[in-house]
Structure formats: structure tokens, C-alpha cells
């Protein structure tokens, strides 16, 4: 069923297809973490690339329990005052504490189902 949804035309190379808006959504899920630990200057998280949008239907759940590995203990020993302040700027320019990072984590691939649902009711 999910394969006769019609993506919104756009530039936007995330869209080009629901393989590679799986990767996307895969993607984000490591980078998120990946930016926590550079902004607070904490070691690398260790999570590899997301899966080429080609294998991402095969490879999406063994890549998943790896990030959700790599998540665990990153920010452990973060002082809670860290954080809320200060903001850094993102990779797409807006401005997050560690907080607002780690909701918007959780809320992006809620937000992409949440528009696939939305494009399957208009079918």
C-alpha cells in the first residue's frame, strides 16, 4: 500500500522517493546524537552512516538497534544545567539546547509518519 503513495513534488532530495525519505528519517536519527556530542564537545557516539536509501528497506531495523545502541550513554554524565543553555545552531541553522534537540529527535520521524498518513488518506 505504501508504495502507491505519491511524494510532493520538490527539490528537496529527501522526497525523491520513500526509500530515500526512509533514509532521511534513519539518518536524522544518528545525526541528532552526532551534534550533541560536537556542540558539548563530548567523544564521537560511533554511529556509522544510515544505510543507502537502495538497502534502506533491508537494513532499516539492523541499523536502528545500532543507533539506539549508540544513544544509550553519550550524555550519562551530562550536568542537567547543560542542557537547557546555551543554544547552538543546527546543521539547518536553527538554534537548539541539548533538550529541544533530544524532543525534536523524538518528534521528526513522528512527524514524517504522521505526513505518509496524511498522503495515504488523500489516495
Known amino acids: ?3 502507491s503513495v505519491s511524494l510532493p513534488q520538490t ?6 522517493s520513500l526509500e530515500a525519505l526512509g533514509r532521511h528519517v534513519l539518518s536524522a536519527a544518528g545525526g541528532y546524537m552526532i551534534w550533541m556530542c560536537e556542540v558539548l564537545a563530548l567523544p ?5 552512516s544510515a544505510p543507502d536509501a537502495s538497502a534502506v528497506v533491508s537494513d532499516a ?4 538497534e545500532h543507533v539506539l545502541e549508540r544513544w ?3 550524555l ?7 542542557l537547557d543553555t546555551p543554544e547552538y545552531p543546527t546543521r539547518w ?3 537548539y539546547c ?10 521528526h520521524p513522528i512527524r514524517h509518519a504522521f505526513q505518509l498518513d496524511e498522503l495515504l488518506k488523500d489516495r
Open 11 to 16: 527539490d528537496d532530495p529527501s522526497y525523491a
Open 44 to 48: 564521537g557516539p560511533g554511529i556509522r
Open 93 to 95: 541553522q536553527t538554534r
Open 98 to 107: 541539548i533538550d529541544s534537540m533530544l524532543e525534536h529527535a523524538v518528534m
Open 72 to 74: 544509550r550513554a553519550p
Open 76 to 82: 550519562r554524565e551530562v550536568p542537567s544545567e547543560k
Open 61 to 64: 531495523d539492523d541499523y536502528m
Open 1 to 3: 500500500m505504501a508504495n
